[in-house]
């Protein structure tokens, strides 16, 4: 009977315990959900991600083996994707990691930004394959855990400080605010802490032989990838600049601006529409002072790039919604930028000016680099001035061609795969 009544108690407790890790690891799972409404500090929900830690790292002998493997997928998952959209991009993950070099004043290292966002890519990736294959995951889940130690502290950081505004941790697939990445990166503390702190209960699934192709077999393609990416232009883009994008708005609403005064007996304020306003009044002008004005555009902001001439002139309109064939190359920095087609873009640029098709070329550099530029391969072209970020943002070559009409993105080419007119004729001008 005693024994009966032990037995009895331990399977209480034992189900008593798999629901309360059950219920934390859902807790961690919508903890994950909800770090998308919390862009700023919230002391409440940073508490709960530290409690979850902390409440893992205690109960870590509870959690079953359905509870490790999910934990250990979605966290393969996770890295995989974020590995991938990243290294879709690494002209963009080097973007990212100049701006910290730049932060932190280490500006020596930028010619190692590419290198290095190569490498953490390949890395990401293939960390969340070692967990989604469960390769050799003792050895795995403490190169996870250093790593995630590592880039908490440097999102924390980030969170307290802003040196860079966003980490770009899913490249620009998913942006988020500093305090969102650090909460993110928590969430995925108390995942990997349970894969780590139960690494050694969870056996291999392959001889080491099989793992070592799938590892090597893995890595080669997402490197390659990587490298296809860097000599063309992304296969993936997920910036406003995509091919097929319209960037200017349709039907645009008016402008409004809002004009305050105040009294000068009581010192009231109101705010007004202009010119709904009573300012044809005397009396009331006589009591009222202007105090100042705002100005509220309803309409969506698309881009923010902004081209002017020498002189200050603004031609974004006029070049990005001509209702014909636009070209623009793109140069953000005239002096590394990669000009050994320069033969074939000055006879490209002779063809859009024989044939009455608009070409620029548009650049953030100074305009006495781009009079000796100009001078140097005699172009016949106007060349406009655009911030570089905005330059970069559009198109991931230095330089590069962007076609454009009505507003309309039609194509995007890398300097590498630079096109004939003959090849912009028939697949845009004779269909």
Known sequence: MKNRIENIEMGSSTLKNKIASWFLFLIILCSGYLVSSFDGFNGVFLFLLIAQIVVVVLISKQFDNVQLTLSRLLLGLLFIYSGIVKGVDPVGTEYRIVDYFIAFGTEWANPMALPLSVILNATEFMLGI?????????????LVLLMMVFFTFVTLNDALYNPVPDCGCFGDALILTNWQTFYKNLVIDALLLMVFLSRNRNPRWFTVKTERLLVLSFLIIFVGFEVYNIRHLPVMDF?????????????????EMYVTYRNTNTSETREYLSPNYPYNDSSWIAEWEFVGSRIVDPNPVLHDLKIDDVIGNDYTDQIIANPDYQFMLVSFDLEIGKWKKIDQIKEFIADCNENGISMVVVTSSLPERVKAFKWQYELDVDIFYADDISLMTMIRSNPGLVLLKDGFVLQKWHVNDFPSFEDFQTKFVEN
């Open 130 to 142: 070692f967990l989604l294959f469960n390769i050799n995951i003792r050895f795995t889940s403490w």
């Open 239 to 255: 910036r406003s600049w995509k091919v097929g994008n319209k960037m200017v708005v349709e039907n645009p609403l008016p402008v």
